[in-house]
Structures are given as C-alpha cells and as structure tokens.
C-alpha cells in the first residue's frame, strides 16, 4: 500500500463521528443564553456527539502511524485506548496522555517531516517523524486552559514491530487536539474559590474531556487540586489539604451528591464542614450537575454539614442609560430614576464621558469631559481622582472606585467614599498603557486591556485586599487573549466570561472565556460603547449616533436612540 493510499483511508476512517449518550449523572444543562456555540458549561441536547478516530491501518508508513496517533487524541474513552494502539507495548504503559492538550490551529496546518523517504519504507526497521504544530493554545495537567500561539516542532520515534508494522517507541505525554474541535472533546467546568473573606464564591474554569461524569471530575479536582496560581493570592479553599476523596466515584442519587471522604474529616469543626460542603455544592451546580445538596461521609456514617450565607450575586438590573437628559433603566421607551444618584447627574452641567453605577444603586462613579472622575450619590457630587490622562473608572462591590492614567498602567488608585486614595501595588509591572479596567462582580478579580511592547493583551489579575476590604495589590497577570486593534470597551458577561469591543476594520465584540477560547462576531457599525451583563443576551452597545443595540442571537436589534451615555454597573 502506498503512503498516499494510506494516509487516505486513514483519514477517511479516523474522521467517522459517533452519537455517544452522556452518562446521566452527568446532568448538563439543555437550555442557556443565546449564543453562536456552546456556551461554557452547557450542552444544548441531551444526546452529545463526540468525535470517534480509528486505530491503525494495516501497512501504514511511519507518518502515517503519527497522524493517526495525534487523531486519536480526540477520542477520550478508556484512557486513550484508542491512541495507544499507535504506540509500541513499552509506550503504551507509560504514556501519560492526561499530561495536558495542545491545541492548534487545524488538521491541515500539522507538517510532517519524515526521517525515512516514502520510497525507503519497505526497507527500514527505525525512523523519526517531526510535526511542526501551529499552536494556538496549551490546556495542563489541571485543566487550566492559556492561549500560547506560534510554532511547535515535536519529536517522535518509531521502529517496525516483529509482525511488520510500525509503532512508536517515543512520544511527549499529553495529547493533541484541532481548535475546531476541542469543545466538542473537552468541556469548561467553573470550579469555586471563596474569597478572602469567605462571602463570595470566585470561579476558576478547568477544563476535562466531555464524556467524563462531571460530578466526580470536578469534585476530584476542587478536592484534590488548588487554584490556579495566578488567582491563588485572591482566593482560599475549605477543604484541608489532609481531607481527600475516599472514592473514586461521586454517586447522585436523587439529587443529592454522596462524597465519600478520608477519615480526617471526622475532626472538622461546624465552619469548615459547612464552607466545603457549599463550596462543593456551587461547584457541582457551576458544572451543570443537577443536583439539590452534597452529603458528606466517613466510612459509611454521615456527617453532619451544613451551608454558609453568601453575599447574593448582582441582580439583572437590566439597560442603564442616559437619553436626552435623562438618567435611568431603561425599559422600552421610558427611563425609570435611581433615587440615589439619577438627579444628581442630571444636574452635571458639563459633558459626561461614563457612568458607572454600584450594585446597591447607591451611588455612581462618573467621569466628565474634563477627564476628572467623580462621586455621585445623595445630592453629592465629590471628584474623586483629577490625574490627567485618566481612563473610564470601574467601582468595584466594596465600593471602592479604581482609576488610572493611561500611560501610568502601574499607577492604579482605589478611593471609597472618603475619597482617599489607596495605591494598588503590582499593576502590570511591564505594560506600557492600560485603555481599559473592569473589575468583577466578586471583587477578586480585574480585567484591563494593556500594551506590552507592540501587543495589545486582554488580562486579569487576582485583587489582594486587607481585612478592611482595601484593594493593596494586584497578583500577576495572567493573559486571557491577544487583539489586533485597540480596545473601545471592556465589560464581563457573567463572571466566567468578558466581552472586549474592538475595531480593527469594522465593530467586531470578542466574548472571551477567562482560562478559555473565544469567539468574534461583528458588532453595529459605528459602535463606540459596550456595557456586560449576566448573560450574553443582555450585552448592549450603543453607536456614534447614540443609537442603542441588543443582543438578539448572532445578530442586533436597534431599542433605543437619543443616547449620550451607556452606562455600566459595577462587576458587568
């Protein structure tokens, strides 16, 4: 068989897709926003259709064993069992395919070099394959997902085996799967950190092959595992590092999640108890698990556990606005006040560039033609930081107001309502310009949009803050996405996701996973300003004509016009 024929049917096989149930304790949710794609943590069906490669073919080369090797990295179950018929017997056992994933952009991009030539195989009995990979992104041994493009040349070893075949006797761990299709492989489930002061649950997205039970994949990983490190200076875990799973297997029985833990666990106080068990619970329900309560066990007996109060997550508040003078919701065509702040920036006498307003609706942050930022609330009208330079300011659920100049990114401020500033440490140590903050709805967490050399990177960061609550540092950055074009806005869409407006040649709006991939789609022509939401179906722009747009699927529907200002709310 030639080389050409092989690769061929190999291809031809390797491509077949199976319709695979989901196991049921999986529990994936068959409704959500409305969004091109999958949305993270939901599935749109019950019945999920995973993709199924081939072992090898009878008489394949060398190159061709290692293209059908890095085809079966899309098929999961068993371990890879598909995958390690490729390798050699000595290979098989040691191979570690969950080391991690690297993604890269296609099939069609891989380039295979051959130490062997087509015409020279029949004769060989050893030969070396090169892929050069066009990367686009790496998942590790945790899950955590980070985008790292450029090109990757990887090494792999074959020899021919006593019954004529060859079957590769060196290969790196890990596996490799095409950007088109990771989703369909792997799924993004939201594990949950408290904060600092254990009153919020802070998500860190890890990502697992598909067709693994959620609930014992993602209590392995809360359990067993830890933060990722760029959000480990926000964030702390209820679980001792001596408490670990008991089973390997985490049963859902009228929805009620059975752990079973270590023996160490008997002498947990009422607190710590209570803390893991709504830890585990959010992250179960995050995941998508239809379940009511997680029960704890030792050896068979129950443990007593009950659930902390947590601070509410920010309502929906809907489109917030200021039309013809007027500041407000806005719902169809009229404006409804915020008591607290709305007359008080109607009597701003000058041109308002943004507005941000508090969860509580107690007060807003505004910042004026001039630059300078101000608080608004009760009658009051305070400036806060008149730094030339400034950018839009966020506030952030402490109420605290966070500005900076443009071309000081390190020099980042917070101010409460006794207007003092507090310098926030360690912001973006190597960026040259921030165009963009936004602080999340938890508090822990800042995205920016900042230059480092000639790239435009989205980031985040963890926020560290005292025991009062004061921002007083900023962990490293870790980089969620790079741009082409400069940033217009910025806003989070829930509190796993962020959606970046930008303009390269048209509008377009990048809604952007924290630790994920992403999508582009055009925005309205002409669009200058966006403002977040829970949900991607409550994302709105606003155009150069003051025209205001919604979301309405893959496209956008005019509400509104008349409209100087989209405002935003602390946390979207």
Same mark, same amino acid.
């Not at 062997?116 to 029949?122: K, L, R």
């Given at each position: 068989?030639?080389?050409?024929?092989?690769?061929?049917?190999?291809?031809?096989?390797?491509?077949?897709?199976?319709?695979?149930?989901?196991?049921?304790?999986?529990?994936?949710?068959?409704?959500?926003?409305?969004?091109?794609?999958?949305?993270?943590?939901?599935?749109?069906?019950?019945?999920?259709?995973?993709?199924?490669?081939?072992?090898?073919?009878?008489?394949?080369?060398?190159?061709?064993?290692?293209?059908?090797?890095?085809?079966?990295?899309?098929? %999961?179950?068993?371990?890879?069992?598909?995958?390690?018929?490729?390798?050699?017997?000595?290979?098989?056992?040691?191979?570690?395919?969950?080391?991690?994933?690297? +993604?890269?952009?296609?099939?069609?991009?891989?380039?295979?070099?051959?130490?062997?030539?087509?015409?020279?195989?029949?004769?060989?009995?050893?030969?070396?394959?090169?892929?050069?990979?066009?990367?686009?992104? +790496?998942?590790?041994?945790? /899950?955590?997902?980070?985008?790292?493009?450029?090109?990757?040349?990887?090494?792999?070893?074959?020899?021919?085996?006593?019954?004529?075949?060859?079957?590769?006797?060196?290969?790196?761990?890990?596996?490799?799967?095409?950007?088109?299709?990771?989703?369909?492989?792997?799924?993004?489930?939201?594990?949950?950190?408290?904060?600092?002061?254990?009153?919020?649950?802070?998500?860190?997205?890890?990502?697992?092959?598909?067709?693994?039970?959620?609930?014992?994949?993602?209590?392995?990983?809360?359990?067993?595992?830890?933060?990722?490190?760029?959000?480990?200076?926000?964030?702390?875990?209820?679980?001792?590092?001596?408490?670990?799973?008991?089973?390997?297997?985490?049963?859902?029985?009228?929805?009620?999640?059975?752990?079973?833990?270590?023996?160490?666990?008997?002498?947990?106080?009422?607190?710590?108890?209570?803390?893991?068990?709504?830890?585990?619970?959010?992250?179960?329900?995050?995941?998508?698990?239809?379940?009511?309560?997680?029960?704890?066990?030792?050896?068979?007996?129950?443990?007593?556990?009950?659930?902390?109060?947590?601070?509410?997550?920010?309502?929906?508040?809907? %489109?917030?606005?200021?039309?013809?003078?007027?500041?407000?919701?806005?719902?169809?065509?009229?404006?409804?006040?915020?008591?607290?702040?709305?007359?008080?920036?109607?009597?701003?006498?000058?041109?308002?560039?943004?507005?941000?307003?508090?969860?509580?609706?107690?007060?807003?942050?505004?910042?004026?033609?001039?630059? =300078?930022?101000?608080?608004?609330?009760?009658?009051?009208?305070?400036?806060?930081?008149?730094?030339? /330079?400034?950018?839009?300011?966020?506030?952030?659920?402490?109420?605290?107001?966070?500005?900076?100049?443009?071309?000081?990114?390190?020099?980042?401020?917070?101010?409460?309502?006794?207007?003092?500033? =507090?310098?926030?440490?360690?912001?973006?140590?190597?960026?040259?310009?921030?165009?963009?903050?936004?602080?999340?709805?938890?508090?822990?967490?800042?995205?920016?949009?900042? %230059?480092?050399?000639?790239?435009?990177?989205?980031?985040?960061?963890?926020?560290?803050?005292?025991?009062?609550?004061?921002?007083?540092?900023?962990?490293?950055?870790?980089?969620?996405?790079? +741009?082409?074009?400069?940033?217009?806005?910025?806003?989070?869409?829930?509190?796993?996701?962020?959606?970046?407006?930008?303009?390269?040649?048209?509008?377009?709006?990048?809604?952007?996973?924290?630790?994920?991939?992403?999508?582009?789609?055009?925005?309205?022509?002409?669009?200058?300003?966006?403002?977040?939401?829970? %949900?991607?179906?409550?994302?709105?722009?606003?155009?150069?004509?003051?025209?205001?747009?919604? =979301?309405?699927?893959?496209?956008?529907?005019?509400?509104?016009?008349?409209?100087?200002?989209?405002?935003?709310?602390?946390?979207?």
């Amino acid at each position: 068989m030639t080389e050409r024929r092989a690769t061929r049917l190999l291809r031809g096989v390797a491509l077949v897709v199976a319709a695979l149930l989901l196991p049921a304790c999986a529990g994936l949710p068959t409704s959500g926003d409305v969004s091109v794609g999958l949305v993270l943590g939901e599935s749109g069906q019950d019945v999920d259709f995973l993709p199924v490669a081939s072992g090898p073919i009878q008489g394949a080369g060398p190159q061709e064993i290692v293209e059908g090797f890095l085809e079966a990295g899309i098929t %999961t179950s068993d371990n890879w069992a598909t995958a390690r018929e490729f390798l050699a017997p000595s290979l098989q056992r040691s191979w570690r395919p969950a080391a991690g994933v690297s +993604i890269d952009a296609g099939t069609e991009t891989r380039v295979f070099t051959s130490s062997v030539p087509s015409d020279a195989v029949e004769d060989a009995e050893s030969a070396d394959v090169q892929v050069r990979l066009d990367l686009v992104a +790496i998942v590790d041994e945790a /899950g955590a997902y980070a985008e790292a493009p450029g090109s990757s040349p990887t090494m792999f070893a074959l020899e021919r085996a006593d019954d004529g075949e060859w079957r590769i006797t060196q290969a790196p761990d890990g596996i490799v799967i095409d950007q088109p299709r990771f989703a369909n492989v792997f799924e993004g489930y939201p594990l949950q950190y408290f904060d600092g002061a254990w009153s919020r649950l802070v998500p860190d997205v890890r990502w697992f092959p598909r067709r693994q039970s959620p609930a014992t994949t993602v209590t392995q990983a809360l359990i067993d595992g830890s933060p990722s490190p760029w959000l480990d200076a926000a964030v702390q875990t209820a679980f001792p590092a001596d408490v670990q799973l008991a089973q390997d297997a985490v049963l859902i029985t009228d929805q009620v999640a059975e752990v079973a833990l270590t023996r160490t666990a008997v002498g947990l106080d009422q607190v710590t108890l209570s803390r893991m068990r709504t830890q585990l619970q959010e992250t179960l329900k995050a995941a998508g698990v239809s379940v009511s309560q997680v029960r704890f066990a030792v050896d068979g007996r129950t443990l007593d556990a009950g659930v902390v109060e947590l601070v509410d997550p920010p309502a929906d508040v809907g %489109t917030i606005v200021l039309q013809n003078g007027t500041f407000g919701r806005i719902v169809g065509d009229e404006v409804t006040a915020i008591p607290a702040v709305s007359e008080g920036i109607a009597a701003i006498d000058q041109p308002i560039v943004s507005i941000d307003v508090a969860m509580d609706d107690s007060e807003a942050a505004v910042q004026l033609a001039d630059g =300078h930022v101000y608080l608004v609330g009760d009658g009051s009208l305070n400036e806060l930081d008149g730094r030339p /330079g400034l950018i839009e300011p966020s506030l952030d659920p402490y109420g605290y107001t966070w500005t900076v100049p443009a071309g000081e990114p390190g020099a980042v401020q917070a101010r409460g309502s006794d207007v003092e500033p =507090h310098n926030v440490a360690n912001a973006w140590p190597t960026a040259s310009s921030v165009s963009d903050l936004r602080v999340s709805s938890d508090g822990a967490r800042v995205a920016a949009v900042i %230059t480092v050399g000639q790239q435009r990177w989205v980031v985040v960061a963890a926020v560290v803050r005292d025991p009062a609550g004061i921002p007083i540092e900023l962990g490293d950055a870790k980089q969620v996405t790079m +741009i082409s074009a400069p940033a217009t806005g910025l806003a989070w869409l829930g509190t796993e996701r962020l959606a970046i407006l930008v303009d390269p040649l048209g509008p377009q709006v990048v809604t952007q996973t924290v630790g994920g991939p992403g999508t582009v789609e055009a925005a309205p022509e002409d669009a200058v300003s966006i403002a977040g939401a829970r %949900t991607v179906g409550g994302l709105r722009v606003v155009g150069i004509g003051g025209q205001l747009f919604a =979301h309405a699927g893959s496209t956008w529907r005019e509400i509104a016009t008349g409209i100087s200002v989209l405002a935003t709310r602390a946390g979207e």
